[in-house]
């Protein structure tokens, strides 16, 4: 297998030589990859059309979201916007794309995600960019940008997109994936950490989800911190032999971060570690312990772990993550915490923030219902034949369209039997049969896909009595 590469090109050409068969990627790694696990351009592989000409494929780890299934992620956005509206939340819409600046500030420069997974380039203004791979950061940027605060600083904010890391991808992590994100600003009261639980949960189950796990940790604030990082410090001096590179490295950067390692060398040094919750000052305990009450009190059950210190820099205080069995590997469905620093690093006032974030893909990859649930599909095929029955379907059907009624029809001159074929194969409640003949006679048949059963319309109120038929349903 060969390359050509068009390095004139302003985009980088691959083009294979091998003719009418899927090229599958190289696996990560192999050749062919750029040595990080990422294939040449068009991640899915290259495929050659019909044609000679190559389709070109999605980038690796970037998903269609396929119209059988945006039903389903219809169904969970708008349960989300009806829910999180009872809650008193208010929908914002942010760019995608954002100053590198805001997310090395926000969520921290010695963070997995700005260390190694952000898509950053620059400009052609000479500024660099950034696509973002979290909400929370630009919500805040809003907040500020547009003195949101100014007005109440309590404000309720939700927002659904998609969000860019450039991970290895794999079941349930992808380069671009979605987030459901809630962020509650302007109160630090523990019963509020409890309510934004509480509706994370309500969601997860009102969306259909059972047998969640709620983990919940306390991450102290920077008066408690250091005596931790010193701790931690201790006990990884001397051991940096037995660490991974980055563990090694997140020693003099940010060792908190060592937590957040998945090798199973480091996961052996790091099970020996101090527990943060043993260093927390009495203002965060008793937060702490105000948030579980609440918890109680609404019934929720919750399990503490003392190892979760989620992987980005601006948590204080509560820090939880909702996992499900379900999800493999990947287990993570929704994880968020308190933030009581970030705006005011951000440049804001000292103004405290709690929320989270849920995975999109995830969620819809382990909900019970299936796709063909959500199948939106014809109310009504008009099968017309005959150069004026054409005519008549082509006017009907575009007005039974504006009156709300889902209408297919045929504009390739079908046979009645391919037309009845199609009809039944895009699932049409009814058909509409039109010929010329029953046009001369002013009348059309309706025929009831389901029942079988065929009943005659007189052509003068045949709008008024098919609504009828389909309300009547
Ligand atoms: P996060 O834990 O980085 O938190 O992401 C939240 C959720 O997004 C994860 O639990 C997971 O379900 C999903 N997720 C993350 N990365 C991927 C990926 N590569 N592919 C698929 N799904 C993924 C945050 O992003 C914080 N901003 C949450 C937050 C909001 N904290 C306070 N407010």
């Known amino acids: 297998m060969s390359f050509a590469i068009d390095t004139q090109s302003p985009f980088l050409l691959y083009s294979r030589q091998t003719k009418g068969i ?61 829910i999180f509206t009872d809650f008193g939340f208010r929908e914002i819409r942010i760019p995608i794309l954002e100053k590198t600046e805001l997310f090395k500030r926000g969520i921290g420069e010695a963070t997995d995600i700005v260390e190694k997974e952000m898509y950053t380039f620059l400009d052609r203004g000479g500024e660099y960019l950034t696509l973002r791979p979290e909400a929370t950061a630009s919500v805040i940027r809003a907040y500020l940008e547009h003195s ?55 969601f997860l189950k009102s969306v259909g989800l059972a047998d969640l796990r709620l983990e919940i940790n306390s991450l102290g604030c920077r008066q408690c911190r250091p005596a931790f990082k010193e701790s931690l410090i201790g006990l990884l001096q001397g051991k940096e032999d037995g660490l991974c590179g980055d563990c090694q490295r997140r020693l003099t950067t940010n060792p908190i ?13 790091i099970a020996q570690a101090p527990r943060l919750l043993d260093f927390i000052c009495s203002t965060c305990r008793d937060h702490f312990e105000r948030v579980k009450g609440s918890l109680n009190a609404f019934e929720l059950s919750f399990e503490v772990n003392t190892r979760m210190v989620r992987g980005l820099d601006y948590y204080t205080k509560t820090a939880f993550e ?16 308190r933030y009581d620093r970030l705006v005011k690093d951000l440049g804001g006032p000292d103004i405290a923030g709690v929320g989270f974030a849920i995975g999109f893909e995830r969620l819809i990859s382990i909900l019970p219902a ?32 504006m009156m709300g009624v889902r209408t297919e029809m045929d504009y390739t001159g079908k046979s009645l039997k391919g037309q009845m074929k199609r ?51």
């Open 257 to 269: 971060r060592v937590f957040d390692c998945k090798m199973e060398q480091c996961g052996r040094i």
């Open 148 to 202: 949101i605060y100014a007005a109440d600083p309590v404000v309720r904010l939700f927002t659904i997109g998609p969000m860019f890391r450039r991970e290895r991808p794999q079941k349930g992590r992808y380069r671009q994936f979605h987030q459901i994100n809630a962020e509650l600003l302007g109160l630090d009261d523990p019963r509020i950490d409890a309510e934004i639980i509480l509706m994370l949960i309500h």
């Open 370 to 401: 299936k796709n063909e649930e959500f199948l939106v599909t014809p109310q009504l095929f008009i099968a017309a034949l005959g150069s004026q029955a054409q005519k008549t379907a082509f006017v009907l059907g575009n007005r039974l369209r």
């Open 423 to 473: 009809a039944d194969r895009l699932k049409s409640r009814y058909t509409l049969i039109l010929g010329d003949r029953e046009l001369a006679e002013k009348r059309a048949e309706l025929r009831d896909m389901e029942k079988g059963t065929q009943e005659t319309l007189s052509l003068n109120t045949l709008k008024e009595a098919i609504i009828k038929t389909l309300r009547e349903r």
């Open 322 to 337: 909702v996992t499900t069995e379900f999800l493999g590997a990947q287990n993570a469905i929704a994880g968020g915490g």
């Open 22 to 82: 899927f090229i599958k990627p190289e696996p990560d790694g192999g050749a062919g990859a750029d040595g990080d696990g990422s294939a040449a351009p068009g991640g899915a592989g290259v495929r050659k059309g019909l044609t000679d000409m190559e389709i070109i494929t999605s980038v690796k780890g970037f998903k269609d979201i396929l119209p059988q299934e945006t039903g389903k992620w219809q169904y969970v956005e708008e349960m989300a916007r009806k």
